[in-house]
Structures are given as structure tokens and as C-alpha cells.
């Protein structure tokens, strides 16, 4: 029988909140795997959905199919453990963390992004060719409430679905120095006859 990983994922939406257990039969990060997912539906078990601005509204179902191209971002509730032969460490390699605000239209996302140290903010996005954007320390302040503020360790967001965003830990932009004041030559005063 072969291993099964499970991990445990929220999927935010535009109106929804889905939650579930995403089962891989290699393991994978959860970003690794959406990104890589060759299906539109993600399938989930022991799922549950609800409205994103009732979450008390909440309705559990045993399995339930979720359409990838609506997913705005999909958090990492409890991951799977790896096998003991995972290179995590080697995925971090040549890349430096940077803390950003991402904008979507349902809410603001304040997290750790990573970026090659060479490359500007503008730039390692236009090199993304995932559709998520893989995040750590994640924060999700919605728009217009429905739910406090969450935290999860890490998550993937919908690169398509990015509104508006800026880096927190930029350095300040360097203002030009005022340029000095013009000054007229001193008038020579000729004596008076």
C-alpha cells in the first residue's frame, strides 16, 4: 500500500471559505501542488464550506470538489510530515525573504515572500510562472469583516488575483537632495558722482 499525505487546507475565494483534507500520494508543499495540479477541481474530504461573510453558516460535507481557477488563496492549515528524505532546505537556496502587502478584492494579505537578492520587487513577479505564489507567516485581514483577522504558517496566493501590492521592509526611497537655491551675482554699486 502506497504512503497517502494529507494536508489539512483552507481555500479563500471571492464569497467563500472551503476548508478540507487534500490528499497527495507524493508528498509535495502545498504550493508545490496546486501549482502543479493538472486538474480544475481540487478534491477535498471531510470538507466544509461557508459563506466568506457568514462564516457561522458553515456546512460540512464528506467530499467535495473545488474549482482552482476561484481560489484567491489556499492556506496550509496542518501540513503533512515529510519523508525523512525531503530537501526543504534546498528550495530556500539563492533567494532572500522580503515582508509584503498584497491586495485581492476579497481581502489584504500581509506575509514573507521570497525573491532572488538581484532582482527588484516588479521584476521577480514578472518571473513567476506559478499560478500561486507560495507565502509564509501569512496574516488575512478580510475587506469587509465576515471573519477576525487569521494567521497560518504558510499559504499560496492566486498570482492572477493580486490587486495592488507593496513591500513593507523597503528600504526608503532615496529623495533628491534640494537643489541649491539660485543666487543672483552681487550688484556692484558704482559710487555716485
Do not use: C, W
Not at 530537501?87 to 481581502?107: C, N, W
Request: hydrophobic share 45%.
Amino acid at each position: 500500500m502506497s504512503d497517502v499525505f494529507t494536508h489539512r487546507i483552507e481555500i479563500y475565494t471571492a464569497t467563500l471559505v472551503i476548508a478540507g483534507a487534500y490528499d497527495l500520494s507524493i508528498y509535495r508543499r502545498v504550493s508545490d501542488a496546486i501549482n502543479g495540479e493538472q486538474r480544475r477541481f481540487l478534491p477535498l474530504r471531510d470538507a466544509t464550506i461557508a459563506p466568506f461573510e457568514r462564516i457561522q453558516q458553515v456546512q460540512t460535507v464528506p467530499n467535495l470538489l473545488v474549482d482552482r481557477g476561484d481560489a484567491l488563496l489556499v492556506a496550509t492549515v496542518s501540513e503533512a510530515t515529510p519523508p525523512a528524505d525531503y530537501p526543504r532546505d534546498e528550495q530556500l537556496r539563492g533567494v532572500v525573504p522580503i515582508t509584503a502587502m498584497l491586495f485581492t478584492k476579497a481581502f489584504v494579505v500581509r506575509a514573507t515572500m521570497h525573491k532572488r537578492p538581484d532582482l527588484a520587487l516588479p521584476e521577480a513577479l514578472e518571473r513567476i510562472t506559478d499560478e500561486f505564489v507560495p507565502l509564509s507567516n501569512v496574516q488575512i485581514f478580510p475587506m469587509l469583516g465576515g471573519f477576525a483577522p487569521i494567521a497560518r504558517k504558510f499559504a499560496a496566493l492566486s498570482l492572477a488575483n493580486i490587486v495592488a501590492l507593496y513591500q513593507v521592509d523597503a528600504p526608503a526611497a532615496a529623495t533628491p537632495a534640494p537643489e541649491p537655491a539660485a543666487t543672483e551675482a552681487p550688484v556692484e554699486e558704482t559710487p555716485e558722482e
